[in-house]
């Protein structure tokens, strides 16, 4: 069964970190392009970051200028979010999908706040 | 950046209804990269098309996609309870990828 899994959300204080991971299973994850959307209480899906098979090029939404990198390791089957300089409007579900959105994760929840 | 526009924004019908979901860009989408997702409370995302018209697997036939450029519909022929949730057309073919604002598909 293809499969993956968010970790490594919490709370954090303005101006803090986080690093989310994805764990991916059940598929040849080097093969496919990989994606964060988020989902603010209440709100909708905003995509976040993709980034390309083999890691070469990576993209993220203009609202983040700079803040997020998308990574990933296809040895160990894994999509990273380092997140910096978190802001309270980044309080949100972070979904990793993979390649065209047709798998997605239960989710890690991410909130900012002092 | 394409804008996607859902209306309308909640669609109250009954079970065993028509639904018709509508999605306008800002500018022509390839239908390669336009999907719908259906969400329900507190869970994921789920695909229930790709490419515009491509049923996702396990999706039942009640869900139809279609149209191309500028405008795509997400019909679904009689409606279950189970269908009752918000729906996002999105498209991924140019960066940065976009969702529309989501239909509220609810029970009337």
């Known amino acids: 069964e293809m499969q993956v899994v968010e970790s490594g959300g919490g709370l954090v204080k303005p101006g803090g970190s986080l690093r989310l991971s994805c764990a991916a299973s059940g598929f040849t994850f080097s093969f496919f392009s990989m994606n964060w959307v988020r989902q603010a209480p209440g709100k909708g899906l905003e995509w976040v970051s993709s980034?390309?098979?083999?890691?070469?090029?990576?993209y993220y939404a203009d609202s983040l200028k700079g803040r997020f990198t998308i990574s990933r390791d296809n040895a160990n089957n894994s999509l990273y979010l380092q997140m910096n300089s978190l802001r309270a409007e980044d309080t949100a579900v972070y979904y990793c999908?993979?390649?065209?959105?047709?798998?997605w994760g239960q989710g890690t929840m991410v909130t900012v706040s002092s | 950046e394409i804008v996607l526009t859902q209306s309308p924004g909640t669609l109250s019908l009954s079970p065993g209804e028509r639904a018709t979901l509508s999605c306008r860009a800002s500018q022509s989408v390839d239908r390669n990269y336009l999907a719908w997702q259906q969400q329900k409370p507190g869970q994921a995302p789920r695909l229930l098309i790709f490419g515009a018209s491509n049923r996702a697997t396990g999706i039942p036939d009640r869900f139809s996609g279609s149209g191309s450029g500028t405008v795509f519909t997400l019909t679904i022929s009689r409606l279950e309870p189970e269908d009752f949730a918000v729906y996002y057309c999105q498209q991924f073919g140019s960066s940065p990828y976009t969702f529309g604002q989501g239909t509220k598909l609810e029970i009337k």
């Open positions: 999908a993979k390649g065209s959105f047709d798998i």
């Open positions: 980034i390309t098979s083999s890691g070469s090029l990576m």
